[in-house]
């Protein structure tokens, strides 16, 4: 029988995967990495606010600290992911960033104490070389992911699973509520000094007057959609080991891949992806190795 946390974990990786889509519209011409990172705080402000008022937190105490500490890491992986989600398709960057178990599996052994089976790293290597199958272009050499990228996406993963390994031993000393206020703190902290920049905030207003009533609604359910995510993986990761809940996270590429298929087909003004049908098959056997990956580390 599966455990609580796995649903959890699962209903985050479906909304991730959606929430990828958003960053993709925002993100490749709409907003500046700095303004969509902004449209994210409000939610999480009225959501800190909320959890402060009924679970007041001790935030100079060692957990504490390291709650903080996998927020700044966390928001140095999104601007890292950002810079990514520019150069390339959706459906890839989602794939390619949902690597972090792999670095986790590492750290959690030393840091953590979760010790893998051989059938794990099995699962690993799958869930890489399923990534690497999506990463390729058909019948274009030259337009695999530039080695630039890809160091830029190997760095987002190391910060992300550093963000969830810091995590997870806040989560032993404290509990979930306090913690995920502190950790939205530590990851927002950054927009107090960028809004004191003048640049900053004259092309913060200017982009968000230039969106389109349709392209604002989406703005705000992204960053509605993404404080929904990170509670359920972070519940989840309350519940169950944090390796474990991490690697759900990497089927979040299928959902991705659906969603921008879908888009790609009827509305292809919105969001171009390649649909044809042999690059369909490759991602969807991609993503059939990471699930499959998936499945040898939590089973």
């Known amino acids: 029988m599966l455990q609580l946390w796995f649903f959890y974990a699962l209903s985050s990786a479906v909304i991730f995967g959606f929430s990828t889509i958003i960053d993709k519209l925002m993100l490749a011409k709409r907003l500046s990495s700095f303004s969509y990172f902004v449209t994210f705080v409000p939610p999480a402000f009225v959501f800190s606010i909320c959890v402060l008022f009924f679970f007041p937190a001790n935030a100079f105490?060692?957990?504490?600290?390291?709650?903080?500490?996998?927020?700044?890491?966390s928001c140095a992986g999104y601007f890292l992911y950002a810079?990514?989600?520019?150069?390339?398709?959706?459906?890839?960057?989602?794939?390619?960033?949902?690597?972090?178990?792999?670095?986790?599996?590492?750290?959690?052994?030393?840091?953590l104490d979760e010790i893998f089976s051989a059938?794990?790293?099995?699962g690993i290597f799958l869930m890489i070389l399923g990534a690497a199958l999506i990463s390729y272009k058909r019948n274009?050499?030259?337009?695999?992911?530039?080695?630039?990228?890809i160091l830029i996406l190997i760095a987002t993963n190391f910060a992300y699973s550093l963000d969830q390994t810091f995590s997870k031993i806040s989560l032993n000393a404290m509990s979930f509520w306090?913690?995920?206020?502190?950790?939205?703190?530590?990851?927002?902290?950054?927009?107090?000094?960028?809004?004191?920049?003048?640049?900053?905030?004259?092309?913060?207003?200017?982009?968000?007057?230039?969106l389109k009533r349709n392209f604002a609604f989406a703005l705000a359910l992204g960053a509605i959609s993404w404080t929904v995510a990170i509670v359920f993986f972070f519940y989840a990761a309350s519940l169950g080991p944090i390796t474990l809940v991490s690697t759900i996270s990497i089927i979040s590429p299928l959902f991705t891949l659906v969603f921008a298929t879908l888009l790609s087909?009827?509305?292809?003004?919105?969001?171009?992806?390649?649909?044809?049908?042999?690059t369909l098959s490759l991602k969807l056997f991609a993503v059939l190795l990471i699930?499959?990956?998936?499945?040898?580390i939590i089973t």
């Open 61 to 73: 105490s060692i957990p504490s600290l390291f709650a903080v500490a996998a927020g700044l890491v």
């Open 83 to 111: 810079i990514a989600m520019r150069k390339e398709e959706a459906s890839r960057i989602s794939a390619l960033t949902s690597l972090a178990p792999a670095f986790l599996a590492v750290l959690a052994v030393f840091l």
């Open 119 to 122: 059938k794990s790293y099995i």
């Open 140 to 149: 274009n050499v030259k337009k695999i992911i530039p080695i630039s990228l």
């Open 178 to 210: 306090p913690f995920l206020m502190i950790f939205m703190f530590g990851r927002f902290v950054a927009v107090i000094p960028g809004l004191s920049i003048n640049s900053a905030r004259r092309t913060l207003f200017a982009e968000i007057k230039k």
């Open 265 to 278: 087909k009827y509305f292809p003004e919105i969001l171009e992806e390649e649909i044809d049908r042999k």
């Open 291 to 296: 699930s499959l990956g998936t499945y040898l």
